[in-house]
Every structure is written in C-alpha cells, then in structure tokens.
C-alpha cells in the first residue's frame, strides 16, 4: 500500500513537473540561459544588457531606449538559450567548442582565431590610437565565466578614422595573449562595436604590481548572484583607469576568444601592462582563474605594432 501511494505521488509529482514545464517553459530556459551566458565578446548583443536600466538611469537613458532594452532583452532570451555549458577546461573545453554546434565551427575550423603569441618586430609607421573616456555610469555582471562591467554609452576608441562604442569590459586570468611566449597573470579586454556590428577588442595586460583602485571598487561590489546585472548608482568609473600612459600596440585581425569564436574582429593589444596587486589578483582567481583560451595559430597574419 504504501509502496502504491508514494508511487502515485512520484507519478503525480513529474505530471506536475512536466506540466510546469510546458507552461513555463520559456521562462525556466531564460533563467537557466542566465547561468549560461557568454562571456562579453561572445555576441554583439550582449553588450547592449547595459542599457538595463535603474528607475533613474531610466530617466536618463528616456523611453526609446527603454523600448529598446525590451527587444534587447527578448534577443538575449533567444540568445541565452543558444548558448550551450561550454567551459575552459574537460569535456565542453575550447578543443570541443568547434564540434558543440554547427554556428560555433570558426573555434575549430576558423584560420584567424585569437588569441596568438604576439612577437615585437620593428615598429611600423606610426598610427596613433585614442580614447574619448570619461567617468560612466557602470553595472556589473557575473556571467558565469568572468565578471562584466558594462559601461552607458559615449566611450569611443579611435583607429583609422574610425569610431567605435566601448560596450563593456572583462577579465581573463591568466592573460589569453602572449608577449614573445610571455604571459600574464592577467588581461583586461575593453570590447567596443560600430552601429554596424563591427567589433574592436583593446587589450591591456596586467602585471603583479601596486594595487589598481578602481579593480577593487570592481571587485568591491562583485555580484552575489550569477547573471544577474546590478547597477551601481552609487559612484561613476571611467574606462580610462584601465588604461596605461604609453599606447604602443600591436593589431591584427582575429576571433572571440570564446563561442562563437566568430572573425573579423579588430585587435589591438597595448604592449604596456598596468598593474595588481597579488591581493587583487588572487581575488580575481577565487572566482575565476583559468578563464582563458588557448593560444591559436597565427596562420601567416600580419601582426603590425605601432610606436
Ligand atoms: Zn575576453
């Protein structure tokens, strides 16, 4: 008898299960997908989640780009649900990322894939670089695989007449480029796009060192929960301080360094690092370490590197 109730109830329980997940089907795969997220040069999109917005930045921001984050958000949901476990290291690592779906082939079969070793030859002409920086309003996500600090909008970088929008930053530990064979215990990756989709990755590698102030106002309000971006209405960060004083750098064409591991993107690696503190960095590495890809083959690029 009792061996019949319990099993009533384990049948009645999965119907009520299975209904749950029909009914709300889409909504449990939203916040499942949260979990899953791609890192930040994973999809374009993802770094329009900054225009999620605060009652006040609401206000600044105004309806139209309310409206926005709307269909913003339904792309993510879309997105997210894409967007399979993959991992840095084991069974869904970046050797298996080419084979986990058919839109992620570029990790695999790819010929410009980043990140590379990248070796200083004789600097070229000079091409100066800039960025139009200044103190933003910020909020931060913990995408499951690295933290995200998504910038609101007037952050340009400058390169060959053109005007690419800073989206968000992320970090990397160890550091995914190399320097002639040398890593980093660290890289910071500034991803900026064009209306366009066109997409521009600075790099900044960082060294132990002093400490960085505004890593540990970063690291300060780290996220409790994963995928989910908090605001931060209390203080303003500038981009800038992710920035050295020398701009020497190398560029080349590359890849994401992560699924889908999609090509055409413009990399710019500055060649002088900043600098952590060990306490900063092993912070950091509580949370992530080894969120790195592997170094790819550089295939006959041209790798220039500019004064
Ligand atoms: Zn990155």
Redesign the pocket.
Known sequence: MTYKINNFLLVSALSLFLVNCSLFGSHSKKESAEDTKA???GAAATSDQKTNATPDQGQAFGQKQLDQEVQVSAMMTKMDAENMNWTYTGDAGPKQWGAMKPTWQNCSKGNRQSPINLVWRKPSAEKPISFNYSASLWSLVDNGR?LQVNFSKNNKFLIDNREYELNEV?F?SPS?HKLSKRGFPM?V?L?HSTPEGDVA?VAIFIKEGSPLSSATEIWNRWPKQKGVQVPVPDALLNPADFLPARLSYYEYQGSL??PPCTEGVRWVVLNTPLEMSMDQLTAFRKKYSSNNRPLQPINGRNVTNYP
Do not use: I
Request: negative net charge; charged residues 30%.
């Open positions: 890192p930040a040069e690295t992320h990397h995914e890289e990756h991803k990755m360094t992560s």
